[in-house]
T-cell receptor
Framework: SQKIEQNSEALNIQEGKTATLTCNYT??????LQWYRQDPGRGPVFLLL?????KEKRKERLKVTFDTTLKQSLFHITASQPADSATYLC???????????FGGGTRLMVKP | DSGVTQTPKHLITATGQRVTLRCSPR?????VYWYQQSLDQGLQFLIQ???????AKGNILERFSAQQFPDLHSELNLSSLELGDSALYFC????????????FGPGTRLTVT
């Protein structure tokens, strides 16, 4: 069955460093992958979408890579700030655009 | 603020009861999605409506149903409630039907006692 794995342990980093979060998947061939940020008790916020034919996408301090051979996406936040502390969710979408499956999320803590 | 509104914010009800959750999408968005988020299951896609028609179905129980009205607002009906239905229910909207960039509402926290 389809499985999406994000590190369930919190990632603790120092302010100013680059945070790298991982999303691995098995038994799935997604057409695209999305990253969302979620703060406690609030709805997810869309960050980036990357399609299967794209290797990398950037938006300000954010960078996403998508390796369909490794079945992995990496999400980077450069020059991290305490305000970046949140849970980050990856979500995989299929070709028909009628299913979106979310990973369990990774909690990022940026310490000043 | 995403522009998606959900009511009520909190709902406490008893097992066996029926509740209705309401969602208004962002202006101009034709797609509405419903999600359930619980601690053990994570964020689960339930159902999508596009311009009034059901477009996609996820892990939605038969006790749950939804609809999208001509003004594009949507309602999620949950019936014969069980303790395990306690969760955060999110509505999201997007411009297209293709489940890309979605804007989530603040959620409704349902507690079944």
């Amino acid at each position: 069955s389809q499985k999406i794995e994000q590190n369930s342990e919190a990632l603790n980093i120092q302010e100013g460093k680059t945070a790298t979060l991982t999303c691995n998947y098995t038994n799935y061939s997604p057409a695209y992958l999305q990253w969302y940020r979620q703060d406690p008790g609030r709805g997810p916020v869309f960050l980036l979408l990357i399609r299967e034919n794209e290797k990398e996408k950037r938006k300000e301090r954010l960078k996403v890579t998508f390796d369909t051979t490794l079945k992995q996406s990496l999400f980077h936040i450069t020059a991290s700030q305490p305000a970046d502390s949140a849970t980050y969710l990856c979500a995989l979408g299929n070709n028909a655009g009628n299913m979106l499956t979310f990973g369990g999320g990774t909690r990022l803590m940026v310490k000043p | 603020d995403s522009g998606v509104t959900q009511t009520p914010k909190h709902l406490i009800t008893a097992t066996g009861q029926r509740v209705t959750l309401r969602c208004s999408p962002r202006s101009g968005d034709l797609s509405v999605y419903w999600y359930q988020q619980s601690l053990d299951q994570g964020l689960q896609f339930l159902i999508q409506y596009y311009n009034g028609e059901e477009r996609a179905k996820g892990n939605i129980l038969e006790r749950f149903s939804a609809q999208q009205f001509p003004d594009l607002h949507s309602e999620l009906n949950l019936s014969s409630l069980e303790l395990g239905d306690s969760a955060l229910y999110f509505c999201a909207s997007s411009v297209t039907a293709l489940m890309d960039e979605q804007y989530f509402g603040p959620g409704t926290r349902l507690t079944v006692t």
